[in-house]
Each structure stands twice: as structure tokens, then as C-alpha cells.
């Protein structure tokens, strides 16, 4: 018979002699480690793939304007009226949304789902510390995201201008005001998709909520304020009728059910930051016909309600 050999190896103790950073440097591992999240970086291709797609996506737009911009008044002879920074979060709002579905789920889901939550705890953090991080980390991939388009158009259509310092003079209060609204936009697409994110470990769960929340809230404010198609009828020239399918049409109610479409809130602030009277979308028009103070109010329900709810999951989760 043989008997099983083994080595002692006496490694000896050390004690950990470096700087001890405590909880602010743990807050900042969590927010790097977020921000790594967001953008795929030590996960596989197709984590990385989706948002490299979704920013080009936002990004689009942008250069398409600018090359309209630069080359038809060469062409033609004649400057085309292109949409400008008042118009340009509502153009790409719809990408905006999926991103913030689609990625943000990312940041809480598989953390519960593996139990590493537990892991971050044992350090110095706090629950709150925890969302905080989380959300701090994709509100500034948010803003990345929904700034660099403009900062492109604003870029862009100054040196195509014929006189781009006269330009820049007579265009530069946009600045401030797509910072402002971009803000706006940023926050509430960072608070919904967490909090819904926060009540189940599935990100497409999560993912898929988020989705149809935005597309079913605006499909039901399109059927019951705007209906799809308005018949008149004319007796000699004369309109003596007029009827729209939708349900509500142009009742006092209108105006107030408009704003059950979620994804254009932070639209309705852009548009009161710009100033921004005309829209072809009948359910903003609506909107539009509000005292500011509602569609203000309403904006702040949807970011506070959310954002508690958030806070208070992970209050019980792990407190």
C-alpha cells in the first residue's frame, strides 16, 4: 500500500500595509465598475456590440444634418430648413428610450441574480451607496450618449456656416438650453429603467417592461387624443361637420390624458426650454395647450415615484 504525500509550504503573514481608502474609494470601484457595465468592456462581442449600435444610431442624425447643411446650398443654390437642436432630442427620444431599456437592467439584474450584491456589502458601502452608485454610473453614460449629438450638430453646423463666428453669436443661448433639457431627458431615462430593473433578477424582464411601458403609454395617449384619421364633410365648400375617431377628441380631457405617453415627458420640458410652439405630433400639441406648471409636475412624479420606489426595494432587499 502507498501512503498520500504532502507538503507543508509556510507562506508565513503579512499584514496589508497600503493606503486604506474606506468608503469613498469603494464608491468610486462601484461607479467605475458601472461605467465598464454600460459599455460592454470586460464582457463578450455582443455586450459591446449594442451600445456601439445605439450610439451611432444617436449620432446619425447629427451627421446627416450637417452633411445637408454643408452641401446643398452648394448644390441647389438654396439653404434647406433643416431641424436644429430644438428639435433634435425629439427625433432621437426613441433610441434614447431603447437605450436605457436595453443596457441599464445590466447594472442591477445580474448582481442579485449571482448574489455578488452580498459581496458589495461586506465592504464599507451602504444600500444607498449601492443605488447611488449604480445610478450616478448610468446617468453619465445617459448624458454621453444624449449630449454628443448635439455638441456634434452645434460643431458642425458653425463651420458650415458662410459666417460661423456670426453664427455661433446669433445661435449660442442653444447651448445652454439642449444642456438643460438633455438633463432632464437623462434623468428620468436613467430612474425608470432601474427601478424596474430593481424587482426582478431577469434583465430582459426588466427590459421588456421598460419597452412596453414607453410604446403602450404612447399608443394609448395617440388613440384616445388623436385618433388616426379626421373626416369632414362639406355642404356647397362649406365644412358643416367634422369628426375624429379618436375618443376624446377635443374635450377638456384631452389635453391632460396626453400626458399618460411617459416617453415624451421629458420632451414636453425640452420644448418649454426652447420655447418651442409647433409640433406635428398631435399628442405634444395637446400637451402644449397646459398650463408649464402641469406637464412640469407631471415630469417630477415620474422621476420621484420611480426613484423611490427604487430606493426602497433595495432598502428592504438588504438593509
Partial sequence: MTTSEGQLFDLGYQRYDGPREGRARAR??????????????????????MPILFFGAVMAPAIVFIIIAA?????????????????????????LLLFSAVIAPELLCPDRRSGVITLYLVRSLTFTDYVLGRWVAFFVV???????????????????????FEYLRDNWADIPRFLSAGLVIAILTTTIPLAAAAFTTRRVYASAFVIGLWLI???????????????????????????????????????LVALIDIGNAPIHISDMIFDKKDNDNPVMEKVAELPNIVPVLWYVVLVVVPGFLLWNRYRRLLA
Fill in 28 to 49: 468610486k470601484a462601484l461607479f467605475v465598475n458601472g461605467i465598464r457595465t454600460c459599455f460592454g468592456i470586460g464582457r463578450g462581442t455582443l455586450a459591446k456590440i
Fill in 71 to 95: 452641401t446643398t446650398e452648394r448644390i441647389i443654390g438654396v439653404a434647406l430648413d433643416i431641424p436644429g437642436h430644438a428639435d433634435y432630442y425629439q427625433i432621437v427620444s426613441l433610441v
Fill in 142 to 164: 445617459s448624458l454621453l450618449f444624449i449630449y454628443t449629438g448635439q455638441v456634434v450638430l452645434m460643431v458642425g453646423l458653425t463651420m458650415s456656416a458662410a459666417q460661423p
Fill in 217 to 255: 403609454s404612447a399608443a394609448t395617449a395617440g388613440i384616445l387624443v388623436s385618433g388616426t384619421e379626421e373626416r369632414e364633410r362639406t355642404v356647397n365648400g362649406v365644412i358643416v361637420e367634422r369628426e375624429n375617431n379618436s375618443l376624446l377628441g377635443d374635450t377638456d380631457f384631452a389635453p
